[in-house]
C-alpha cells in the first residue's frame, strides 16, 4: 500500500514536471498541431493517473506502512534506470524503431520476468505499431537507422 501511494506521487509529481516543461513547446493550433501538443496532453495523462491512484487510495483509507524495497527491488530499479539511459544512447545510433524493440524487450524480460519469446513478440509489437503511429499516421520524423533499411517509415 505504501509502495502504491509512493508511486502515485511520483507519477503525479513526473506529470506535472512534464507538463510544465512540456508548455515550453509551440502548441499549435486547431488547424495545424505543434510540438509541444502531443508532449503536454501526454504529460496530462501521466498527471490524472496519478491523481486516480491517489485518490483511490485515500478513498480505501488503508493504514500505509512505508518501508524500503528489498535488495531485488533496488536492483531491478538499477536496471530500469539503465535500460532508459542505453535508450537515450541508442536512439540517435540505432534508429527508433531497433532502440524502442531493444528497450521493451529487455524491460519485459528484465523487469517483468516474462519469458524471451513473449518478451520478442511484445516488443516488436510495441516498436512497431508505436512506429507506424507516430511515422505514417502522424507524420513525425523519428531517428533511423543510419544504414537505413526496410525498418525505417
Known amino acids: 500500500m505504501a509502495s502504491q501511494c509512493i508511486g502515485g506521487i511520483l507519477i503525479l509529481l513526473f506529470g506535472m514536471a512534464s507538463t510544465v516543461l ?3 513547446l509551440f502548441g499549435g493550433s486547431a488547424e ?4 509541444g501538443f502531443f508532449p503536454f496532453w501526454v504529460s496530462a495523462g501521466i498527471c490524472a493517473i496519478g491523481a486516480v ?3 483511490t487510495l485515500w478513498l480505501q483509507r488503508k493504514r500505509i506502512s512505508a518501508h524500503w524495497p528489498s535488495r531485488s527491488g533496488w536492483l531491478r530499479l538499477g536496471a530500469a534506470l539503465g535500460l532508459f ?3 537515450y544512447v541508442a536512439l540517435p545510433r540505432l534508429g527508433f524503431a531497433i532502440s524502442t524493440f531493444a528497450m521493451v524487450a529487455f524491460f519485459t524480460r528484465l523487469i517483468f520476468d516474462r519469458s524471451w519469446v ?3 513478440l511484445l516488443s516488436a509489437g510495441i516498436a512497431l505499431m508505436v512506429q ?3 511515422s505514417v499516421v502522424l507524420g513525425v520524423r523519428l ?3 543510419p544504414w537505413g533499411g526496410p525498418w525505417t517509415f
Open 22 to 24: 512540456s508548455l515550453r
Open 143 to 145: 531517428p533511423s537507422a
Open 132 to 134: 507506424g503511429l507516430l
Open 85 to 87: 539511459v542505453g535508450y
Open 53 to 55: 491512484n491517489l485518490i
Open 32 to 35: 495545424e498541431l505543434g510540438a
Open 118 to 120: 513473449l518478451s520478442l
